[in-house]
């Protein structure tokens, strides 16, 4: 099994980006936490990237399903699918097993046309160094 990729170290400021875009998550504001995480992206270097970009792909996946876009959101929650799978289960303090599973079980929803595809979200939890949030 390949390496796992290193990860990232924030400063403070991207600390603060990132809690907020779990926050605004974790309260259902999914195109500002998009917002939020996209700039935070826009300075990520290396290898944790996609990592950010999963997050990012998923907040916009919960924005379509709110919407009532279901193509929009299993596009991008099979895009999201697809950058975590070089991530171990936890990384960055962060399940991300859980939320591959949870992304697999809503594309199963969605493809199936299933009722509950826009059923409540996961709340995001991030433990970091020092705290613990979401």
């Given at each position: 099994m390949?390496?796992?990729?290193?990860?990232?170290?924030?400063?403070?400021?991207?600390?603060?980006?990132?809690?907020?875009?779990?926050?605004?998550?974790?309260?259902?504001?999914?195109f500002?936490c998009?917002d939020?995480?996209?700039?935070?992206?826009?300075?990520?270097?290396?290898?944790?990237r996609?990592?950010?970009?999963?997050?990012?792909?998923?907040?916009?996946?919960?924005?379509?399903?709110?919407?009532?876009n279901l193509?929009?959101?299993?596009?991008?929650?099979?895009?999201?699918?697809?950058?975590?799978?070089?991530?171990?289960?936890?990384?960055?303090?962060?399940?991300?097993?859980?939320?591959?599973?949870?992304?697999?079980?809503?594309?199963?929803?969605?493809?199936?046309e299933?009722?509950?595809?826009?059923?409540?979200?996961?709340?995001w939890?991030?433990?970091?160094?020092?705290?613990?949030?979401?």
């Amino acid at each position: 099994m390949p390496e796992p990729p290193p990860e990232p170290v924030l400063d403070e400021e991207e600390t603060r980006a990132l809690l907020l875009g779990v926050r605004q998550f974790n309260e259902g504001f999914f195109f500002e936490c998009h917002d939020t995480l996209e700039e935070l992206w826009g300075g990520i270097r290396g290898p944790s990237r996609d990592f950010f970009q999963g997050l990012i792909q998923v907040s916009v996946a919960f924005y379509h399903l709110t919407g009532g876009n279901l193509a929009g959101a299993e596009s991008m929650f099979g895009r999201a699918l697809k950058r975590f799978e070089a991530y171990p289960a936890c990384y960055f303090g962060f399940d991300v097993a859980a939320q591959r599973r949870e992304i697999q079980d809503r594309l199963q929803r969605i493809r199936s046309e299933a009722p509950e595809a826009a059923a409540e979200p996961p709340k995001w939890r991030f433990e970091l160094p020092g705290r613990v949030e979401g």
